[in-house]
């Protein structure tokens, strides 16, 4: 009984390594992207959201919260997992990162992340210089 618990453990690893990896509907991917983007392992967004790296398994498993249904999906997504508020603002900063993604790549063929960070740049090169009329 023990072996077949652990195999189904192996089974389901892999399982998610292989989500994490591809492109496909599931949360698998964005979280990757996430902890990739951030420097963070596995162990640590589970951490961040205090939850177990066993329930962000089962959260990277799930589809992706509905925007119409965003609140609600996520309530899904959390139940008996995970507490709703970290993982409520983790998954509607994904939803953004997407948006601002799909936006840059339809401006800019040569690619989403090229195009982000150069309004990065702009965006902190006018935050750094001062205003004309600024008295500093």
């Known amino acids: ?30 979280l990757q992207r996430y902890t990739d983007a951030e420097g963070l392992s596995w162990a640590d967004l ?14 990277a498993l799930c589809l992706p919260p509905r925007p119409e249904r965003f609140v609600a999906d996520v309530e899904a997504i959390a139940e008996g ?3 709703i508020e970290p993982l409520l603002v983790l998954l509607r900063r994904l939803q953004v990162l997407k948006a601002f ?4 790549e339809q401006d800019s063929p ?5 195009a982000m960070l150069l309004a990065a740049r702009d965006r902190e090169a006018e935050e ?6 600024s008295h500093v």
Do not use: K, W
């Open 110 to 114: 040569a690619g989403s992340e090229t």
């Open 101 to 104: 993604a799909e936006a840059a």
């Open 81 to 83: 997992r995970v507490a």
């Open 1 to 30: 009984m023990r072996s077949r618990r652990l195999e189904t453990v192996r089974l389901q690893e892999r399982f998610i390594q292989r989500a994490r990896e591809q492109d496909g509907p599931l949360l698998a991917r964005a």
């Open 46 to 59: 589970a951490e961040r959201l205090g939850c177990t790296e066993e329930a962000l398994n089962h959260i």
């Open 128 to 133: 750094i210089e001062p205003d004309e009329d």
